[in-house]
């Protein structure tokens, strides 16, 4: 499968970005959705992955309640919506699939699929 994220944009605090994540060569129902997300100088990070079952959605704590995933497989898109930014969020964001969503799922050997990653910049 061939993932491509888009919608990133330097934003100011407090503003919202839309992250679609489209896929190709195959069907996401048959994959798990991770977000990930890489700050300057620091590791890549999971930020929130989705399954196919309803209310399979996981977030780290320092999205939740911020950030929004959610999965439209008639488009064979997943999305990441990203409401109240805040400068701590500025990175490049990475769509990937895999087979699990979880806590002990949202780590990079566990995603097989990356997309090519997207720069969200939050600066007033």
């Known amino acids: 499968v061939q993932l491509q994220a888009s919608g990133g944009g330097s934003v100011q605090p407090g503003d919202s970005l839309r992250l679609p994540c489209v896929a190709s060569?195959?069907?996401?129902?048959?994959?798990?959705i991770g977000w990930f997300r890489q700050a300057p100088g620091k590791e890549r990070e999971g930020v929130s992955c989705?399954?196919?079952?309803?209310?399979?959605?996981y977030y780290v704590d320092s999205v939740k309640g911020r950030f929004t995933i959610d999965k439209d497989n008639a488009k064979n898109t997943a999305y990441l919506q990203l409401n109240s930014l805040k400068p701590d969020d500025t990175a490049v964001y990475y769509c990937?699939?895999?087979?699990?969503?979880?806590?002990?799922?949202?780590?990079?050997?566990?995603?097989?699929?990356w997309g090519q990653g997207t720069q969200v910049t939050v600066s007033s």
């Open positions: 990937a699939a895999g087979m699990w969503c979880g806590s002990q799922y949202l780590t990079l050997h566990n995603y097989d699929y």
């Open positions: 060569g195959a069907t996401l129902d048959a994959y798990a």
């Open positions: 989705i399954w196919n079952v309803k209310g399979s959605e």
